[in-house]
């Protein structure tokens, strides 16, 4: 929308603690409007450069103040207008040389502004700010009533200061996570993908937290937060903020005994409230409590959030488990939460969730390490005896015996539920057997996943919705579950594809989305949905929900860093194993990936058939690494600090060599033959893969959710 004049958006402007100040601004050069339609307009992840013929125009955020820099310079005539737009401007007034106003409906706040140099005058003129043409722009603060005459001085005084540490922070982010290969594209994708993820991390409620997303989830979702910390925080090497996001979420957990929420982090967390009403936030706060770990190796922190955890698992047993070890819940209390008129389920799923047993697992498997680490026996002893009935009795009530198909959730009166939906990819660590999970994935892959991303639900089922949103149809919520392309499900999908040796194809819908970041929508940004089906016309899916969703993005960095790099610390044991798994299309690349004290550093070369593969360690102590190639065998080597391992595989066997820091061979190594097992287990794969594709619309006009016809339109508040 950067060539849209008065953006008259519901969710546009200058927000500040999530009150509106401005909806939109209007420039003029002697009272000729500056059309952004007629301008060139470059955008960079720090400013908004547009290029007018008689002006150029830049708009600048800055770190952590309520402040906004309107660069107006290259002006050709006398004066320039400002008009600021929306409801929520008041009654303009000149204090001291700039203009101040009251937001309407806000309280002991105010908006001043004043030109870029503070010897230029401004004045009002009906709605507008008038000033010079050689103001060089200019400056709006937000603050106490009476207190935002100095605020503006600090600006005029350390505007480029400000605007060189957001750059540098900008840059130090993508030094940190610097990648280059024979793809210029995936590069540049990779580093606005990062850049704008990490612009949703905010701090309120006095911590620091991750924004679901923009426009409309300016708070904390526990659930969103969670899923998208592994790729926005913890791939990226901000363990500060982690650290600071995962002790702010626990101050905020209900440890009240006799609440019927006990033991649970918040799933919604913002400047009006709390709320507690989802049953996969806290799990996945507990599992990310350990991934934490994992990533740094910081043990004083185990001590520090143990007893949250603590309350969190054992709350969940008293209060949520059945006799099997299965975590219950709400219909609507999982990830597919949407409710008509915030009381009818648009896709229930109680009262047990495949994908919620899964993370139930994944919290009990991560409590019992951290319960073994501060020593504490019978936690670890009775968390560990649950998991495992857990994981005994899946395997019975969760998979079909005749058709191998797994359950997307069981009903509270004991029916099982045979939709195909995307949840079964969560739980294959509960599965024994690689061919149901085989089977199940590929039936996902070529039914569920477009080339545009995760599909919610099947076409073929009754309760299919092929548009997100299609008001003469439909309630949207109707569809937000039931068949709308989610692509925070592209991670998972991706994942188990590269687990299955099936990467090709996986790159190809990570391509897609890198497309999606660089050339449609908001740049840097994946959506928070999308169409399943192509609307009439059209080659692609239209894009719904959020512009730019924490969780997409998040999932789109980890599986790249975790599983295309196959980059996987356990810095709580001084480990790093590291699995790539690159598409062909790949030939070159170099990158690196921060973890505990130091980093590990990764050049990858590509000759015909060989391949060569170079890490190093940059931290201050020793770690074991472990490189799991295709088809060989494992070659485990501790690494000193500065020290390298090389290796190049040939067709018969890898080469492994192992250099000091200034690059000194140390030792020399062939490790011949193929590890049987890999070799085996590759077989299977191609075999359950072959000739695997993605999923294509079937449009077809006898569908039930399209069968009605609403005229007028339904929309959001609509009770049929």
């Not at 998991?387 to 005994?392: D, M, P, Q, V």
């Given at each position: 929308m950067t060539g849209t004049d008065c953006w008259n958006d519901g969710n546009a402007g200058w927000n500040v603690r999530a009150k509106r100040m401005f909806t939109d601004y209007v420039l003029s050069v002697d009272g000729k409007m500056l059309e952004r339609k007629c301008a060139t307009t470059d955008v960079y992840p720090y400013q908004l450069k547009r290029t007018y013929v008689n002006a150029h125009e830049t708009l600048y955020m800055v770190d952590g103040k309520n402040v906004l820099f309107l660069e107006v310079n290259h002006v050709a005539g006398n004066q320039i207008e400002l008009q600021l737009l929306g409801s929520?401007?008041?009654?303009?007034?000149?204090?001291?040389?700039?203009?101040?106003?009251?937001?309407?409906?806000?309280?002991?706040?105010?908006?001043?502004?004043a030109t870029l140099l503070d010897e230029s005058t401004i004045q009002i003129r009906g709605q507008q700010i008038v000033a010079d043409a050689q103001c060089g722009g200019f400056v709006f603060v937000c603050g106490p009533q009476g207190k935002t005459y100095p605020m503006v001085v600090d600006c005029r005084q350390n505007k480029e200061v400000w605007l060189s540490e957001r750059k540098d922070r900008m840059q130090a982010l993508l030094s940190d996570n610097r990648l280059s290969t024979n793809l210029p594209t995936l590069d540049k994708a990779m580093s606005w993908i990062e850049l704008t993820a990490y612009e949703l991390v905010a701090c309120q409620h006095g911590g620091w937290g991750?924004?679901?997303?923009?426009?409309?989830?300016?708070?904390?979702?526990?659930?969103?937060?969670?899923?998208?910390?592994?790729?926005?925080?913890?791939?990226?090497?901000?363990?500060?903020?982690?650290?600071?996001?995962?002790?702010?979420?626990?101050?905020?957990?209900?440890?009240?005994?006799?609440?019927?929420?006990?033991?649970?982090?918040?799933?919604?967390?913002n400047l009006e409230g709390i709320l507690y009403n989802t049953t996969d936030g806290t799990p996945r706060f507990v599992i990310q409590v350990y991934d934490y770990l994992k990533y740094t190796g910081d043990m004083a922190f185990v001590k520090q959030i143990y007893e949250n955890v603590r309350i969190a698992t054992d709350a969940s047993i008293e209060l949520y488990a059945d006799e099997k070890g299965y975590l219950t819940h709400a219909d609507a209390d999982t990830w597919m939460d949407a409710k008509r008129q915030s009381r009818y389920p648009c896709s229930?799923?109680?009262?047990?969730?495949?994908?919620?047993?899964?993370?139930?697992?994944?919290?009990?498997?991560?409590?019992?390490?951290?319960?073994?680490?501060?020593?504490?026996?019978?936690?670890?002893?009775?968390?560990?005896?649950?998991?495992?009935?857990?994981?005994?009795?899946?395997?019975?009530?969760?998979?079909?015996?005749?058709?191998?198909?797994?359950f997307d959730h069981l009903n509270a009166d004991g029916t099982k539920d045979l939709q195909l939906r995307p949840n079964t990819m969560y739980a294959y660590?509960?599965?024994?057997?690689?061919?149901?999970?085989?089977?199940?994935?590929?039936?996902?892959?070529?039914?569920?996943v477009y080339p545009w991303g995760v599909s919610s639900l099947s076409q073929d089922d009754d309760q299919f919705h092929p548009y997100h949103e299609q008001w003469h149809r439909y309630h949207k919520d109707d569809a937000y579950h039931n068949g709308t392309i989610w692509l925070w499900l592209n991670g998972q999908a991706m994942q188990r594809m590269i687990e299955y040796g099936c990467q090709d194809i996986a790159f190809e819908l990570f391509q897609n989305m890198n497309r999606q970041a660089l050339s449609e929508g908001a740049v840097g940004s994946l959506s928070e949905c999308a169409d399943a089906w192509c609307r009439p016309g059209q080659k692609w899916a239209r894009r719904s929900g959020t512009f730019l969703q924490a969780w997409s993005n998040g999932e789109h960095i980890r599986v790249w860093s975790q599983y295309f790099l196959g980059i996987r610390p356990d810095m709580l044991e001084r480990?790093?194993?590291?699995?790539?798994?690159?598409p062909k299309s790949m030939s070159a690349l170099a990158t690196q990936a921060k973890m505990g004290d130091g980093a590990i550093e990764f050049e990858y070369k590509s000759f015909g058939d060989s391949?060569?593969?170079?890490?190093?360690?940059?931290?201050?102590?020793?770690?074991?690494?472990?490189?799991?190639?295709p088809f060989f065998s494992d070659v485990k080597r501790e690494l000193a600090p500065g020290q390298m391992l090389e290796l190049e595989t040939a067709a018969n066997g890898v080469i492994v060599r192992l250099l000091d820091a200034g690059g000194k061979l140390v030792a020399k190594e062939a490790v011949n033959g193929y590890d049987a097992a890999k070799v085996e287990s590759s077989k299977k794969h191609s075999e359950a893969f072959q000739n695997v594709v993605f999923a294509e619309p079937s449009y077809r006009e006898?569908?039930?959710?399209?069968?009605?016809y609403f005229d007028p339109a339904l929309d959001y508040y609509s009770v049929e």
């Open positions: 929520q401007v008041g009654q303009l007034k000149v204090d001291r040389n700039m203009v101040v106003y009251q937001p309407e409906g806000i309280s002991g706040e105010e908006v001043r502004v991750i924004y679901a997303g923009f426009p409309w989830f300016t708070d904390f979702w526990g659930r969103d937060m969670f899923i998208s910390m592994p790729g926005v925080v913890l791939c990226t090497g901000q363990f500060d903020v982690a650290r600071d996001i995962l002790l702010s979420f626990a101050k905020y957990q209900d440890v009240d005994p006799k609440s019927p929420t006990y033991g649970r982090v918040p799933n919604r967390l229930p799923r109680g009262n047990r969730a495949v994908d919620i047993q899964a993370l139930w697992y994944g919290q009990l498997d991560a409590a019992t390490k951290l319960a073994e680490f501060m020593g504490k026996k019978k936690d670890a002893a009775r968390w560990s005896e649950i998991a495992a009935k857990l994981k005994s009795n899946f395997e019975k009530d969760f998979i079909d015996a005749e058709t191998g198909r797994i660590e509960l599965v024994s057997s690689d061919d149901v999970k085989m089977k199940d994935m590929r039936a996902i892959w070529e039914n569920l480990n790093i194993t590291v699995s790539p798994r690159l391949r060569y593969y170079r890490y190093a360690w940059t931290g201050k102590r020793a770690v074991t690494l472990t490189v799991d190639l006898n569908l039930k959710s399209m069968s009605r």
